[in-house]
């Protein structure tokens, strides 16, 4: 399947909380059989939980697609990744992860200037781009495609060989003082930007103030700060 039919399908579950085969069909415009063979691909990936004659989605799926990610609490993103742009200096080397938290920087680095930009999110370096954001290094290793990111040990060993003023980067929760998350790949690259990095930076929305996921990144101790959007 293309990752836009994956995006659009969903999207659609997403919205419904569960929907049916033929809500999906109707939808989308396809007939109940095809449907039927593209909710058994999405649940072989791991995106979906059928069930009743409809799907619902995995939850904490580590391979949600990052459009997907991007449409929720996307003005609370918005206000915390303005914030978190707001206090690199200039003349820096900064890490970005890829979360969808740290996606909506991208508009407010652009004025930035003498910046160097470290992430392993294809897409984040595409939306750079877009804003004039140049200076930017992307690192290398096995690409997952709906979540537009690099991974394993060729990652990790790039990761390894800089040294980083700022460190941005957010998770799937953070509660009784530790940050965790669900993907033990992007938590490996986490925790060596982290012992990196001078300044270390946690973008939590709210939402994800009491939930627990299986890899523990950090300490809150160990941070310089956690930027949520209900900070005055």
């Known amino acids: 399947m293309k990752e836009e039919q994956i995006d659009k399908l969903l999207k659609i579950i997403e919205e419904n909380g569960f929907a049916t085969v033929k809500y999906i069909a109707k939808a989308v415009y396809a007939s109940e059989s095809t449907v039927r063979r ?49 206090l ?53 290793g096995f690409y997952k495609a709906t979540s537009k990111v690099f991974t394993g040990e060729y990652a990790v060993g790039m990761a390894q060989k800089v040294y980083y003023d700022y460190f941005f980067f957010s998770s799937s929760g953070l509660s009784d003082g530790t940050v965790s998350d669900y993907c033990e790949e992007e938590t490996h690259i986490r925790r060596v930007v982290l012992s990196n990095s001078e300044k270390k930076y946690f973008l939590c929305d709210s939402g994800k103030f009491g939930k627990r996921s299986a890899n523990i990144l950090c300490r809150e101790t160990e941070l310089t700060g956690v930027i949520t959007e209900t900070d005055e």
């Open 38 to 86: 593209q909710l058994t691909t999405l649940e072989r990936m791991g995106l979906v939980v059928r069930s009743y004659g409809g799907a619902e989605l995995k939850k904490d799926s580590v391979n949600t697609p990052i459009e997907l990610r991007l449409q929720k609490n996307h003005r609370q993103k918005d206000i915390i990744a303005k914030k978190a742009a707001k």
């Open 88 to 140: 690199i200096k200039e003349n820096s080397t900064v890490f970005i992860d890829a979360s969808s938290t740290c996606q909506h920087m991208a508009p407010y680095l652009a004025d930035k200037k003498q910046i160097t930009i470290y992430t392993y999110s294809a897409r984040l370096c595409e939306t750079l781009a877009q804003y004039g954001v140049n200076n930017v290094y992307c690192l290398g």
